[in-house]
């Protein structure tokens, strides 16, 4: 029996915890907050759990880190001592460049760092909102670098399918944080701003279908998400100008009731919304 | 047997027939397009269909304009002699300050106008995607005039009553149009720019939930929102302006790495969206 690790148990962690258990391997759990330890015990998602990283990590084969982006270079130098040599790393932190090279720079030459992103976070936080059908069709990204090698990669492409994964793509780092700063961070952006544009309250019995589906998203983890904005600014900036420049170009259209415009931005946003069903 | 007529087969009129003939009333369809008559007729939601307005009309008690705001004035000018003294007319579109006073002022003084604005359109356009379901659950605003007889109020919500919709409020046209700017017109602005923000094909295969969620409605039927936010046009202009605000305010506090306010931001977004649930 193989065994895994999972380093943090949130959301995502949790949801790997049972998904993996599901899959046959013997799991553990490492996390400082005992109460999610706890949680997953109970819930026969992990074998063992630990709050105390400088017990059980050398039993693990492979280990996915489900923590915080900024905390993972920490981390890294201060446990990574504790891997038996050939471990496995993992990590599905939501920005890319900011965390592969500073830990890639540091890490061991006897362990491997594969960075993933299996696109099926949820808005809300901790493991009382994990679930291990989470990963059942979604998008899983691989966003290799030069270190990894093909066996490895391999690994990890099987065992995305395992997870339930829909559609495994493989994306540079640059690549990857371009397209989450406009189809992921960019939205969240949107949701919040409207959500904030004014008091709106006594809105709520009127609300159809459509500003439900635009601020789903503006409940959000704020602790997690002002990191990735911050992890992921120039290109998030860069998305929001964009986004600023095509609501003022429709602006100006209503503005000077240029029909003619604001029919032409509505029939090119319907022609590629139909490419997204 | 009651008799009831609807002008305009488009998706709101198609399934206003649709739900009428369920609920026992005999059902006449005004359209100038034979193949929207020929679905409605084949769909057993009408009993007759007229695309000539000189005939059937008189034999109404109700009508239900279910045709675009613009057309509403001209077409009470044109052919409001056919009625029958009394006749109960509903009007349902989008938008009531641009409708309700032109209409109310020509109309002839035997018979009587209800303003009504069932919250269940579809982005889809024409009959073939009508459905009597629509109705179900959804939100009914009922926009009175000085001229509204309270029998004719009690009628209207009982017949809301019956198509199925959840919740009855009462607003003036200003709240009702205020309302509408902000949870309908304004998201519909914002998904066609985000939509619009620049070539996104190639992001198809790695697009989550929130991505769809927010551009579902830039997927738009051109011809009628642009009329519905031209007749709207102050209004909404107030509200992307205010939207403009808040996302500036946002793009500021990440250009200037202002974590405490950014967080303050989804901290309240995030408030305000669970009033929502």
Redesign the interface.
């Known amino acids: 029996m193989k065994t895994v690790g999972v380093v943090g148990l949130g959301v995502m962690g949790g949801s790997f915890c049972g998904r993996m258990k599901e899959l046959g391997w013997r799991v553990l759990g490492f996390d400082p907050n005992g109460r999610s330890l706890k949680t997953a015990r109970d819930k026969g998602w992990i074998d063992e759990g630990y709050a105390d990283f400088s017990q059980g990590l050398n039993q693990c084969e492979m280990v996915i880190f489900c923590i915080y982006p900024s905390l993972l270079p920490e981390w890294i130098g201060a446990w990574q001592n504790q891997f038996a040599s050939g471990t496995l790393l993992l990590e599905i932190s939501g920005v890319k460049r900011a965390v592969m090279e500073p830990v890639q720079k540091i890490l061991r030459n006897d362990l491997e760092l594969m960075s993933i992103h299996p696109?099926?976070?949820r808005e809300s936080k901790g493991i009382d909102h994990a679930d291990p059908k989470i990963f059942e069709q979604?998008?899983f990204?691989l966003i290799p670098h030069d270190k990894n090698t093909a066996s490895s990669i391999v690994k990890v492409s099987s065992l995305a399918k395992d997870l339930g994964c829909r559609?495994i793509?493989v994306l540079s780092a640059k690549e990857h944080d371009t397209?989450i700063a406009?189809?992921?961070q960019?939205?969240?952006?949107?949701?919040?701003?409207?959500?904030?544009?004014?008091e709106?309250?006594h809105?709520?019995?009127?609300?159809?279908d459509?500003?439900?589906?635009?601020?789903?998203?503006?409940?959000?983890n704020?602790?997690m998400?002002?990191e990735l904005?911050?992890l992921n600014?120039d290109l998030?900036?860069d998305?929001?100008?964009?986004?600023?420049?095509?609501?003022?170009?429709?602006?100006n259209a209503?503005?000077n009731?240029d029909?003619k415009t604001?029919?032409e931005?509505?029939?090119?946003?319907?022609a590629?919304?139909?490419?997204?069903d």
């Open positions: 696109m099926c976070g979604a998008n990204i559609n793509s397209m406009f189809l992921s960019l939205t969240h952006v949107i949701a919040v701003s409207l959500m904030d544009t004014h709106n309250e809105l709520v019995e009127y609300t159809g459509s500003f439900r589906d635009l601020t789903r998203i503006a409940s959000i704020e602790e998400w002002s904005f911050l600014k998030l900036l998305e929001i100008h964009q986004f600023q420049d095509s609501l003022s170009a429709f602006e209503l503005q009731e029909e604001m029919k931005m509505m029939t090119l946003s319907t590629r919304r139909k490419k997204f």
